[in-house]
Structure formats: structure tokens, C-alpha cells
């Protein structure tokens, strides 16, 4: 009887001890959390108090860029469409360029592991260097313009259509792809018949999406010299032509608006 | 036409699945294969596809042994086995008319079904074939969208548009409807009998086995138990297939 009884307190002491460590678990990630957040606002030298003696210079601002200076919309049609056009360039070009190392990186469908490793690395590479820094590189290379925006784009692109359109893959159903092998049929036609329209959809889908990320991008590309809105709103901070700034603003929200929209309704479709 | 000779396979968690296993299948000659769940049948066919590599035995086809053959030689092989999986592994965003025409892709080297085209002779063909299995009205629906029942036929479908020479089927009426079942069972008769292929069928349903068998099969932990006539196979032997490994 004893005997018995013995080993169930011991499970019960047990179980408050358990408890009790879980909960000084939680608390100690909550002082964590809280620790975090401390020395964030410490190192970005958080002070609140500048916001409000600053409201003074904002509302001179926004009284300055108001009303928005339309009589000169006509002038923002063509970096408007540049900055399109260099995000379409970009994904496009991205994507011939991710789709051959996205094949060589899904372990299911790669040719070998050299190529595997090469290809993670690349697609890696590209996407943890940030397009900023790619448009820099390409002005430097080319000079100023929208050639260089969408170069940066497209580079940066790789890294992440690379890295999905390779998941995509590698998600897929093999048993359609292995029954085809089994008919006889040569291996482009078991890539073509079998594992293009299984992912198909999928790829376009992550192709629009990465056309939206892809035009806010563009946007801000000009900042360095890479043509289009954002070399236009760079331009006119610097002359203090505030109420051109809010014109480029409100185009850009159109741009960005239209562009996000018009890509999830495509997606939905392809759904 | 098929010849299994001691034909083992091992999986690589240690599971001797199939020992020793000696079956033949004449042209024109429907032999099923009946065992209970886990004894090897899948395996077995797997096997003789090579959709696996068998550890040991030689499978004959026509004479030539595919165990020994890999790359192009490999392929052209295997135009004239097809298989029926357990699970109907269509192409779920395609057609129905598309998926069955691609059983014939092995036939053609041109540009053009490299491209991810398909032959227009085959896709009527794909018609004919598709009615044999009574499904030509759903020709243009996507795949994805079948009944399991659906997808089984079209996966034999399929399997026509290959034109083998040897089938293997298995449990090719599993998820039909009775009537369909029967269809599909006069079907692999009707192939064996007319178009002289050698019809290798794995199932669950003996009094389909009984019905429709020339030869039945019986295979347990993966070796033979029985390999007779159909009209010498006796209840008992059957009977004595389920039982589980302890009694
Ligand atoms: N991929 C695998 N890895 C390890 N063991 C496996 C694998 N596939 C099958 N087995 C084992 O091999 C044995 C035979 O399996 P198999 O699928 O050939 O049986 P089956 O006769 O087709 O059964 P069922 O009637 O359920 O379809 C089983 O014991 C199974 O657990
Ligand atoms: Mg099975």
C-alpha cells in the first residue's frame, strides 16, 4: 500500500515543480521582452518631447505643400511610367533568371548537389544583399538612369522568387511526375507535361506579387539615382518645392494602390 | 511475355518485403494477385516497374530483363509495361483528355511535345480510350476536380494510351461503384483476351478474383503461398491469406 503511494506523491511533487518552473519561465521572457524594448528606445534616442516642440515646423510644412501643385501633373506621367516599367523589368528579368536556379535548388528535381549548393548560395546571396545597395552598385557600373533601377530589381529579385518558386517545387506532388517516368516518357517531356503545369499557377502567383513589392521598390530606387518618381521627389525636396512633393505623394499612393490591387485580383484568379 | 524470377526487395528501414517471389503471365493471360494489407503486392509490382530497385531476381519482359538496364534502354522498356498505381497520380491542373493522352508521350521525340504539346492523333485517341472507361463526357474537365472513383478510370485510361504489351494493375477498382468495378474487371478480360497483353492485377475483391482470374496469385510476407488455375484455388487457401502472421 505504501509502497504504492510513494512514487504518486512523487509524481505530484513533480508536477508543482514543473508548474513552478514554467511559470518562472514566462517570466523571465517577459522581462526579456521588456528588456528589448528598453534599450531599443535608449539607441534610437527616443525622445517624445521633440515630436511636439517640432509640431510647429511640421504644420509650416504641410502648410507650405498644400494645395498639391497639379498644373504640374503632366510632368509626373513620365516617371510615373518609369517607375512601372523598371519594376516590370525588374520582375521579369528576375524571374528568367530565378526560374533555371530554382530548378537546380529543389532537392526533388535537382540535377546534383554541387548544383544545389551553388544555387542556394546564389539565391542567398542576392536576396541578403539589400536592392538599395544593388542600385548603388549598378550606377556606379552603368550610370544614372532607370537601366540601373531595374538591373538592382531584377538582382534582387532572384533571392526571393529563387527561394519560393524552389519551395514550390519542392512541395509539389511527385506521384503524377514518377507515373509519367514510368510510361516511358523522356525527361523534358515528364518536366514539361508533369512538373510545369503542376506549378505553373503557383509561380505566377508569386511572380505578381513580387511585381507589387517590386514597384514599391522602384519608388524608392530614384533616392539613388535610378530614374523614375522617386529621382523626381528627391529633386524636389532638395528645391524646397513642397507642394510638387505632395503631387509626387499622391501619385504614388495611386501607383502603389492600383498596383497592389490589380495584383491580388490576378492572383485570386489564378486561385 | 512477364517473368518474375526470385524477385527480394528490402526496405532501407530493414523491411524484407518481397523473398524469393517467381510469378510468369502469358500474353493474353489475366492473373491476380490477392494478400492481405502489408504482404507485398504494391511492392511486388513496384518492383517489376522499377519504381524500385529490386535487391535480387530478374524481371523478363518479352525476354529482355529490366533489372539490368538503366538510362535510354531503361525507357524504352518500359513503353511496353504499364502500370496502374494504387493511387490514380494524375496531373490534377490538366485535363482529363490531356492526362490520358500523356500515356502515349514515350512513342513521340518530336519539338513539339517537348514544348508540352500533345499530338492531336493521340488526343483522339484519348477519346476512344476514355469511353472504354466510360468517362468521354468529362474529356474537358480538369483533373483535380474528379471523383476518386473518376480519376481511377482515367488513370487506366491512361494506361491504353500507352499501348503496353504488359500491365500491371493495382487494386485498379478499389474506390469504383460495384457496376463499374465490373466494367472495369470485363475491360482488363476483354485486353487480355483480344489485344493478347499479359495482365498482371493486384486486388482485394475475391469473388472478383474468382469471376474473372485465369490464374490466381496468393502472396504472403512477401512469397508465394499459392499459384494455381483459377478454378483449382480453393476457399480455404484464400481464407488462410488474412489470417494474421500469429495464428
Ligand atoms: N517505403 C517503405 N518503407 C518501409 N517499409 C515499407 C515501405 N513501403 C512499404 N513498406 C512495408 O513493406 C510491406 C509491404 O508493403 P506493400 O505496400 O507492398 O503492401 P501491400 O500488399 O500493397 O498492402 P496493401 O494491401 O495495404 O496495399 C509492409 O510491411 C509495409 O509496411
Ligand atoms: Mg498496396
Not at chain 2, 18 to 39: M, P, W, Y
Request: hydrophobic content about 50%.
Amino acid at each position: 500500500m505504501i509502497g504504492g503511494a510513494v512514487p504518486q506523491q512523487g509524481k505530484l511533487v513533480a508536477g508543482g515543480a514543473s508548474a513552478m518552473l514554467a511559470s518562472a519561465a514566462r517570466l523571465a521572457v517577459l522581462l526579456a521582452v521588456l528588456l528589448i524594448i528598453v534599450q531599443a528606445l535608449i539607441v534610437v534616442q527616443a525622445r517624445p518631447q521633440d515630436l511636439i516642440t517640432g509640431i510647429h515646423g511640421m504644420a509650416d510644412i504641410i502648410r507650405r505643400a498644400t494645395p498639391p501643385d497639379f498644373s504640374h501633373i503632366d510632368d509626373t506621367f513620365w516617371p510615373a511610367l518609369e517607375t512601372i516599367d523598371i519594376a516590370i523589368f525588374g520582375t521579369i528579368a528576375g524571374i528568367i533568371m530565378a526560374l533555371p536556379l530554382a530548378v537546380l535548388a529543389a532537392a526533388n528535381v535537382t540535377p546534383s548537389r554541387p548544383f544545389y549548393y551553388a544555387a542556394r548560395g546564389l539565391i542567398g546571396f542576392t536576396r541578403s544583399v539589400p536592392d538599395l545597395v544593388w542600385a548603388l552598385f549598378f550606377v556606379t557600373a552603368v550610370g544614372l538612369g532607370p537601366f540601373p533601377g531595374g538591373l538592382a530589381l531584377a538582382v534582387h529579385s532572384i533571392g526571393m522568387l529563387g527561394r519560393l518558386f524552389a519551395e514550390t517545387i519542392e512541395h509539389m506532388d511527385m506521384a503524377p511526375i514518377d507515373a509519367l517516368a514510368l510510361t516511358g516518357a523522356r525527361r523534358l517531356q515528364i518536366f514539361t507535361h508533369g512538373v510545369v503545369p503542376s506549378v505553373l499557377p503557383s509561380l505566377l502567383g508569386i511572380s505578381l506579387y513580387r511585381l507589387d513589392e517590386n514597384i514599391r521598390s522602384s519608388l524608392v530606387l530614384g533616392f539613388v539615382g535610378a530614374g523614375g518618381i522617386g529621382f523626381q521627389l528627391l529633386t524636389a525636396m532638395n528645391l524646397f518645392q513642397y507642394r510638387e512633393v505632395s503631387l509626387l505623394l499622391i501619385v504614388t499612393f495611386v501607383i502603389v494602390l492600383g498596383a497592389e490591387r490589380l495584383s491580388a485580383a490576378l492572383r485570386q484568379k489564378l486561385a | 511475355m512477364l517473368e518474375v524470377r526470385g524477385l527480394s526487395h528490402r526496405y532501407p528501414n530493414g523491411t524484407e518485403a518481397l523473398a524469393e517471389f517467381d510469378v510468369s503471365v502469358r500474353a493474353g493471360e489475366l492473373v491476380i494477385v490477392l494478400g492481405g494489407n502489408g504482404s507485398g503486392k504494391t511492392t511486388l509490382l513496384r518492383c517489376i516497374a522499377r519504381a524500385l530497385d529490386p535487391a535480387a531476381g530478374a524481371v523478363r519482359v518479352n525476354g529482355t530483363d529490366l533489372t539490368r538496364l538503366s538510362g535510354e534502354k531503361l525507357r524504352r522498356a518500359r513503353l511496353d509495361l504499364a502500370v496502374i498505381s494504387q493511387h490514380a497520380a494524375l496531373v490534377r491542373r490538366r485535363s482529363v483528355l490531356a492526362n490520358v493522352a500523356t500515356g502515349a508521350l514515350g512513342r513521340h521525340a518530336t519539338l513539339w511535345t517537348a514544348l508540352g504539346g500533345l499530338p492531336a492523333g493521340e488526343l483522339e485517341a484519348a477519346h476512344r480510350h476514355l469511353a472504354e472507361v466510360g468517362l468521354d463526357h468529362l474529356a474537358r474537365q480538369r483533373a483535380g476536380t474528379l471523383s476518386g472513383g473518376q480519376a481511377q478510370r482515367v488513370a487506366i485510361a491512361r494506361a491504353l494510351a500507352q499501348h503496353p504489351r504488359v500491365l500491371l494493375a493495382d487494386e485498379p477498382v478499389a474506390s469504383l461503384d460495384p457496376e463499374a468495378a465490373e466494367d472495369i474487371m470485363r475491360l482488363l478480360r476483354r485486353l487480355a483476351a483480344e489485344e493478347h497483353l499479359a495482365v498482371l492485377c493486384v486486388l482485394h475483391q475475391v469473388e472478383l478474383a474468382y469471376r474473372y482470374a485465369d490464374r490466381v496469385v496468393g502472396i504472403r510476407a512477401g512469397r508465394v503461398a499459392f499459384d494455381l488455375p483459377c478454378a483449382e484455388v480453393s476457399r480455404e487457401a484464400v481464407h488462410r491469406l488474412y489470417l494474421s502472421e500469429a495464428a
